[in-house]
């Protein structure tokens, strides 16, 4: 048997950050940066006003309330060629850039709105309610670095600052198969001995969550030559595939038979529970990588946090590669078998400035309902058999994070 940490190492042997291309702003949603995006401006570009109000020299506003007139209005857009001369104002909005001789802007609630005149109640500090200059980000400046993983706020600051294009290292493409004869597409009727494919739908929602883009080809039968074609068929798209089921040692497992004779590809029992049979290796010409996961349901999943993940995270250039890990207590007692790290399905919540966890699923690996549960996996090491209540365990956060 292999552990979970040789496994996890002959997979990202294999797996390589995907090479970087240049892509609109929007397909870079989602990817990794492959480059440094500099400023080429300030951050605000110029000087303007943080509020609906009147551009004032403060100096004018010697006591209040005090009535100025108004010469001019200065909406967003166009660049003012007003300038403020002693004792008189401008009306202003959001955003407009701050005319010349201006040093504050008097908010709208701090006066009567006047047009013509305004009265001014409050006087401002000298630079209050201006946005300056520069403030946010100087020119020159690395406002996004190369690995930095694009979600929105990033990609509205490469917006910000004019950039139409990124150099990414793409989103790696995920093709999900299950097998099994007894499988129906869900919302299908079923049969008698017939079960709803619920491992496409969950790994590919995995793959997504994981940060990749990821096909659902659904359900292919325990017919080898049927899921030769389909896996032939998916190569074309896909930089990694998955599989479902048939990986054990039942007279139906065509996985193994069909993945031996694309590729090369290896089955190993690894010391966990739940998830101990394994498919792992490379097909087609391009030697795409591929997972021969478990069929139950708990399986498919936690080979997927330990394995699947790991190896997307890495094609898609992402860090850390694994789900963030904590310390907690147990409020339970744990039982693992010996030999074998197991992932328990636990909640995970703070109480007294503390991680706590309880199990919310006992350890049956079809136990899907106990899973959707689990906000975390506790992970108990291969040479311990039992964990006291009030004894710490690691625990692995499922943080669920949609596209
Ligand atoms: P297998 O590894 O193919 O022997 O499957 C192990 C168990 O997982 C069996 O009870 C299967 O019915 C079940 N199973 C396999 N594939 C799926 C799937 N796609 N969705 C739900 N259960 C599955
Ligand atoms: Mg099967």
């Not at 291309?21 to 401006?41: F, W």
């Not at 000087?47 to 909406?75: E, H, K, W």
């Not at 199990?359 to 291969?382: F, T, Y």
């Amino acid at each position: 048997m292999k552990t979970v940490a040789q496994h996890l190492a002959s997979v990202l042997s294999v797996v390589h950050a995907l090479p970087p291309l240049e892509l609109g702003l929007m397909d870079a949603h989602g990817c990794v940066l492959a480059e440094d995006v500099v400023a080429s401006a300030p951050l605000p570009g110029f000087d303007n006003s943080a509020m609906d109000g009147y551009a004032v020299r403060v100096a004018d506003l010697g006591t209040v309330p005090v009535v100025l007139p108004v010469v001019g209005d200065i909406a967003a857009g166009p660049a003012s060629p007003l300038r403020v001369q002693p004792g008189l104002c401008v009306r202003i909005m959001t955003g407009a850039m701050m005319p010349a001789g201006a040093d504050a802007v008097v908010p709208l609630e701090w006066t009567d709105g006047g047009v013509a005149q305004v009265r001014i109640d409050r006087r401002p500090d000298v630079g209050a309610y201006v946005r300056r200059a520069g403030e946010d980000v100087t020119a020159g400046t690395v406002v996004l670095a190369t690995g930095v993983h694009l979600g929105a706020a990033q990609i509205g600051l490469a917006a910000a600052v004019g950039r139409a294009r990124l150099v990414v290292r793409p989103q790696p493409r995920v093709v999900v198969v299950s097998t099994g004869s007894e499988l129906v597409e869900p919302g299908e009727p079923l049969g008698p001995g017939q079960i709803q494919d619920s491992n496409s739908p969950a790994l590919t929602a995995a793959a997504v969550e994981a940060g990749a883009i990821a096909y659902r080809v659904g359900i292919v039968p325990d017919d080898p030559r049927k899921l030769a074609d389909t896996l032939e068929d998916q190569l074309v798209r896909a930089d990694v595939l998955v599989t479902s089921g048939g990986v054990s040692v039942g007279a139906y497992d065509v996985v193994k038979e069909v993945l031996s004779r694309l590729g090369t590809v290896s089955f190993d029992k690894v010391a966990m529970q739940p998830g101990m049979p394994q498919g792992f290796g490379t097909i087609g010409p391009d030697r795409t990588p591929v997972f021969g996961l478990p069929g139950n349901p708990v399986s498919a999943l936690v080979s997927f946090e330990m394995f699947v993940r790991p190896a997307l995270r890495t094609m898609l250039g992402a860090v850390p590669i694994e789900r963030p890990r904590v310390q907690a207590v147990t409020d339970v007692a744990l039982d693992s078998p010996p030999g074998k790290r197991s992932f328990l399905r636990v909640a995970l919540e703070v109480r007294d400035g503390a991680y706590r966890i309880r199990p919310v699923s006992g350890p049956g690996s079809h136990l899907l309902a106990g899973m959707s549960r689990a906000n975390a996996l506790a992970v108990v090491p291969e040479d311990v058999t039992r964990v006291e209540v009030g004894s710490p365990v690691e625990v692995l956060v499922l943080e669920r994070r949609g596209r």
